[in-house]
């Protein structure tokens, strides 16, 4: 069993900062992406960013610039740096990790943390 907790998420002004982490427990041999995923009302589910076990990183086209994510594999955990911030990024942010669990052979498993919300707003 592994579990995601997110953490970082509140109210913050137009233009400030938040950093995001989400730390992941559990019979953890290794993980492969995490990312973070976010949802606004009346609004699909969208990719904000992922970062592969190498290091490697993807990023939505509207946080290209403004957002980081990085990660920490000695404590399985991920970051998400939110610079700029804008009323448009106000949504329920995910926390999402493709585990490989010990005794499990090669299989993987989708986990997902409860959400954080970030509030944008003046």
């Known amino acids: 069993q592994v579990r995601l907790m997110e953490s970082g998420g509140g109210l913050v002004q137009p233009g400030g900062s938040l950093r995001l982490s989400c730390a992941a427990s559990g019979n953890i041999f290794s993980i492969n992406a995490m990312g973070w995923y976010r949802q606004a009302p009346g609004m699909q589910r969208e990719l904000v960013a992922t970062v592969n076990s190498g290091g490697g990183t993807d990023y939505a086209d509207s946080v290209k610039g403004r957002f980081t994510i990085s990660r920490d594999n000695a404590k399985n955990t991920v970051y998400l740096h939110m610079n700029s911030l804008k009323p448009e990024d106000t949504a329920l942010y995910y926390c999402?990790?493709?585990?490989?669990?010990?005794?499990?052979?090669?299989?993987?498993?989708?986990?997902w943390g409860g959400g954080t919300l970030v509030t944008v707003f003046s």
């Open positions: 999402h990790a493709d585990v490989v669990e010990d005794n499990r052979g090669r299989a993987s498993t989708d986990y």
